[in-house]
């Protein structure tokens, strides 16, 4: 899916407009701004520093007489830039002043230390500055040329279409069961289960649940139905559609099924020239839940639901699994199964499944009430201890019903429980009695119920026959079985929920993206283009074509917009700071008449100043006196560089005469200077 991704800003809703803003780059695109966020919080803690030292710098300048040491630390915190160049000097400055000052460890470690933390810090924050700005979990927007609907080009009545059909449901149910078997059931596989929005969709079970036909019908009493039913599955937290909160749609879903009494619903027919179905020998087997035709004509019509040849038996073959179908409401009874009342729903989707074992044998005998195998076969004459148990019938039956039911998270208005055709009205509806839902849930819905269209348990077994089946994966040359647990029908329906569910999942994301496949005779619907529908509606069926998230990282990196915002305007302020701290924090003490000390500290320790009075005493150059700008010689000048000048071996008496202080009585600790009233009196005398 990684060429579907969507390059640029968008909002995830799931974390809100201001969390959620996200900006989604390409790897090669993203690799640069992680460096660049890397490089920016080197440079933030670089400039941070320089704020720290000039505080470190006016909180320690006294007026008081100080030795060496203390100058030098004052000379290193004003014109020091990084944390590791003034965490040596404080290290070199403990060794050489080690007996030649007080004190010296506790005033010189503690500074080394404190910068070596320091730079360790913005060393390891550099590294992880992405972690900052990272964008909100794994959600990526996926988006596809070919959005839209698998729709079949035509009434399905053509060979194309039909062979498209065909391809289209082997390769979607094949989908849903390979996601299943890996995200459902206990399962996990990253590779596989990672990649959209929820692994799986949780479920709670009853076993006691009521049978869903009438009295009598379920031949594990009127309380043994096995029930699942879904969590409220959220069109954005569950199944990625991104929508403001206000725009969400929840849909959850009940399945029940229970084994079906066979009594007074079967017929038996010998077969041969007598029935015309057959061989002469064989039985008949014809169920009678209602009668069936293909479409809405006569052609193929029965008046039975399921035909079974005991023939079969013989022929060596292994597990067969047919399905009837029937879904609720109006749109439910053109063509295909019209169910008996025993067996009818008007308020859910009714499938009846018909197991044929045929010729399969266990090793063990088998309880379950759908694959119970109870007839021993003695093989020991051919094989020592050979036992083999058939099944008790050829044919059992399960009846399935399939609910759904819709809510509207925003006034917490939700449908009954219904067949899946039974929502539609609900879906358009503004009456006060329905979901009141705007026009993006109803597109939404829409959305919904075209992609459960195919989760029910009907759908699947329609889909994959016998191959739905788990029993069937513990088959030994097709035909004989170790055994089963008593509870396998149980098993059986969880793994046909699952598939389903997983079917839905991938449909959801397969709007956006476009089927993988569109063969001849089938096409890609877009609702958008259809004349004939809502104009609002469709609008939003397009935008959602662009509203999809998926957790696919493969080749793209994510960012938060918020992350970013936060990072550069603190970083671009700390930044701006360290360039004018010295000049605003120096306009207030002369403002408001306070730290003038420590603001002429500031400025005569800066080292292009220390150069130029140097240079003074040595008469080299005759220089500016402004203090507030950098130092420059009045006229050009040559002069030769320090390093000349110190072979007369003159220079550090001249040094000395620095700043000299007034001689002043040793008993008194102060310091004699020159009353200071202007910047002249700080010059050298």
Same mark, same amino acid.
């Given at each position: 899916?990684?060429?579907?991704?969507?390059?640029?800003?968008?909002?995830?809703?799931?974390?809100?407009?201001?969390?959620?803003?996200?900006?989604?780059?390409?790897?090669?695109?993203?690799?640069? *701004?992680?460096?660049?966020?890397?490089?920016?919080?080197?440079?933030?803690?670089?400039?941070?520093?320089?704020?720290?030292?000039?505080?470190?710098?006016?909180?320690?300048?006294?007026?008081?007489?100080?030795?060496?040491?203390?100058?030098?630390?004052?000379?290193?915190?004003?014109?020091?830039?990084?944390?590791?160049?003034?965490?040596?000097?404080?290290?070199? %400055?403990?060794?050489?002043?080690?007996?030649?000052?007080?004190?010296?460890?506790?005033?010189?470690?503690?500074?080394?230390?404190?910068?070596?933390?320091?730079?360790?810090?913005?060393?390891?924050?550099?590294?992880?500055?992405?972690?900052?700005?990272?964008?909100?979990?794994?959600?990526?927007?996926?988006?596809?040329?070919?959005?839209?609907?698998?729709?079949?080009?035509?009434?399905?009545?053509?060979?194309?279409?039909?062979?498209?059909?065909?391809?289209?449901?082997?390769?979607?149910? *094949?989908?849903?069961?390979?996601?299943?078997?890996?995200?459902?059931?206990?399962?996990?596989?990253?590779?596989?289960?990672?990649?959209?929005?929820?692994?799986? =969709?949780?479920?709670?079970?009853?076993?006691?649940?009521?049978?869903?036909f009438a009295q009598g019908m379920c031949t594990t009493g009127d309380t043994g139905a096995y029930e699942i039913t879904t969590q409220k599955i959220d069109s954005l937290y569950d199944l990625g559609i991104n929508s403001r909160h206000?725009?969400?749609?929840?849909?959850?879903?009940?399945?029940?099924?229970?084994?079906?009494?066979?009594?007074?619903?079967?017929?038996?027919?010998?077969?041969?020239?007598?029935?015309?179905?057959?061989?002469?020998?064989?039985?008949?087997?014809?169920?009678?839940?209602?009668?069936?035709?293909?479409?809405?004509?006569?052609?193929?019509?029965?008046?039975?639901?399921?035909?079974?040849?005991?023939?079969?038996?013989?022929?060596?073959?292994?597990?067969?699994?047919?399905?009837?179908?029937?879904?609720?409401?109006?749109?439910? =009874?053109?063509?295909?199964?019209?169910?008996?009342?025993?067996?009818?729903?008007?308020?859910?989707?009714?499938?009846?499944?018909?197991?044929?074992?045929?010729?399969?044998?266990?090793?063990?005998?088998?309880?379950?009430?759908?694959?119970?195998?109870?007839?021993?076969?003695?093989?020991?004459?051919?094989?020592?201890?050979?036992?083999?148990?058939?099944?008790?019938?050829?044919?059992?039956?399960?009846?399935?019903?399939?609910?759904?039911?819709?809510?509207?998270?925003?006034?917490?208005?939700?449908?009954?429980?219904?067949?899946?055709?039974? =929502?539609?009205?609900?879906?358009?509806?503004?009456?006060?009695?329905?979901?009141?839902?705007?026009?993006?849930?109803?597109?939404?819905?829409?959305?919904?119920?075209?992609s459960a269209q195919t989760s029910s348990i009907g759908s699947i077994i329609f889909a994959m026959g016998e191959n739905a089946l788990l029993a069937k994966d513990v088959l030994v040359q097709s035909t004989m079985s170790a055994g089963?647990?008593?509870?396998?029908?149980?098993?059986?329906?969880?793994?046909?929920?699952?598939?389903? *569910?997983?079917?839905?999942?991938?449909?959801?994301?397969?709007?956006?993206?476009?089927?993988?496949?569109?063969?001849?005779?089938?096409?890609?619907?877009?609702?958008?283009?259809?004349?004939?529908?809502?104009?609002?509606?469709?609008?939003?069926?397009?935008?959602?074509?662009?509203? %999809?998230?998926?957790?696919?990282t493969t080749d793209t990196i994510s960012f938060s917009i918020l992350g970013m915002v936060v990072l550069f305007g603190i970083g671009g302020f700390i930044i701006l700071l360290s360039l004018f701290i010295d000049i605003l924090v120096?306009?207030?003490?002369?403002?408001?008449?306070?730290?003038?000390?420590?603001?002429?500290?500031?400025?005569?320790?800066?080292?292009?100043?220390?150069?130029?009075?140097?240079?003074?005493?040595?008469?080299?150059?005759?220089?500016?006196?402004? *203090?507030?700008?950098?130092?420059?010689?009045?006229?050009?000048? %040559?002069?030769?560089?320090?390093?000349?000048?110190?072979?007369?071996?003159?220079?550090?008496?001249?040094?000395?005469?620095?700043?000299?202080? %007034?001689?002043?009585?040793?008993?008194?600790?102060?310091?004699?200077?020159?009353?200071?009233?202007?910047?002249?009196?700080?010059?050298?005398?």
């Open positions: 899916m990684g060429e579907h991704i969507y390059y640029g800003p968008w909002i995830n809703w799931a974390h809100g407009p201001i969390l959620g803003a996200t900006l989604t780059l390409g790897d090669r695109s993203g690799g640069l *701004l992680t460096a660049f966020i890397a490089t920016f919080v080197t440079i933030v803690g670089a400039q941070l520093f320089r704020i720290l030292t000039y505080i470190f710098h006016q909180a320690r300048s006294r007026q008081s007489v100080q030795d060496g040491l203390y100058h030098q630390q004052q000379v290193v915190f004003r014109n020091t830039t990084t944390p590791g160049g003034a965490a040596w000097t404080f290290l070199v %400055q403990w060794w050489t002043w080690s007996g030649r000052a007080r004190l010296t460890l506790i005033r010189t470690i503690p500074w080394a230390f404190f910068c070596l933390s320091y730079m360790a810090l913005f060393g390891v924050a550099a590294v992880f500055s992405s972690e900052i700005t990272k964008g909100p979990g794994s959600a990526r927007l996926v988006i596809g040329e070919t959005c839209g609907y698998w729709e079949s080009d035509g009434d399905g009545t053509t060979i194309a279409e039909v062979k498209a059909y065909g391809q289209r449901v082997a390769n979607t149910s *094949l989908a849903a069961a390979d996601y299943a078997r890996s995200c459902y059931g206990g399962s996990y596989d990253v590779l596989s289960c990672s990649k959209l929005t929820k692994p799986s =969709i949780s479920t709670t079970v009853s076993a006691n649940a009521s049978c869903p206000s725009d969400r749609l929840e849909m959850q879903k009940v399945a029940t099924c229970a084994p079906v009494t066979q009594d007074g619903f079967t017929q038996t027919l010998p077969g041969g020239s007598e029935s015309g179905i057959g061989l002469d020998g064989d039985t008949i087997y014809q169920f009678m839940y209602g009668p069936s035709k293909l479409g809405t004509t006569d052609l193929n019509a029965t008046n039975y639901t399921h035909q079974y040849n005991d023939h079969t038996v013989l022929d060596s073959v292994s597990y067969m699994l047919s399905p009837a179908t029937h879904n609720a409401g109006p749109l439910g =009874i053109v063509g295909g199964w019209e169910p008996v009342p025993e067996v009818n729903r008007t308020d859910a989707d009714v499938a009846l499944l018909f197991l044929m074992q045929n010729g399969v044998s266990y090793s063990e005998p088998v309880d379950d009430p759908m694959f119970a195998a109870h007839d021993m076969m003695d093989l020991s004459s051919y094989l020592s201890g050979a036992v083999y148990y058939n099944t008790d019938k050829h044919v059992t039956t399960m009846g399935c019903t399939d609910q759904y039911r819709l809510r509207n998270p925003d006034n917490n208005q939700c449908t009954d429980l219904m067949g899946i055709m039974q =929502i539609l009205p609900w879906i358009a509806s503004t009456d006060g009695d329905r979901l009141e839902l705007n026009t993006i849930q109803q597109a939404i819905a829409i959305r919904l119920m075209r089963l647990p008593s509870n396998q029908w149980q098993l059986e329906m969880e793994s046909w929920v699952n598939k389903g *569910l997983a079917d839905l999942q991938l449909k959801v994301v397969e709007y956006a993206t476009g089927p993988a496949s569109v063969a001849e005779g089938s096409r890609v619907y877009q609702p958008w283009k259809d004349e004939d529908g809502d104009s609002m509606i469709n609008a939003v069926a397009e935008s959602m074509c662009y509203s %999809q998230m998926i957790n696919d120096g306009w207030m003490q002369q403002k408001f008449n306070f730290g003038t000390h420590a603001r002429m500290c500031w400025l005569l320790d800066d080292k292009l100043q220390l150069h130029k009075y140097l240079n003074q005493e040595l008469g080299n150059g005759k220089w500016t006196e402004d *203090l507030e700008s950098m130092p420059f010689t009045v006229v050009p000048q %040559q002069f030769s560089t320090l390093a000349v000048a110190h072979r007369g071996s003159t220079v550090d008496d001249k040094v000395q005469t620095l700043y000299q202080p %007034q001689q002043y009585q040793s008993a008194d600790t102060s310091p004699k200077y020159s009353q200071v009233t202007t910047e002249e009196d700080w010059l050298p005398k």
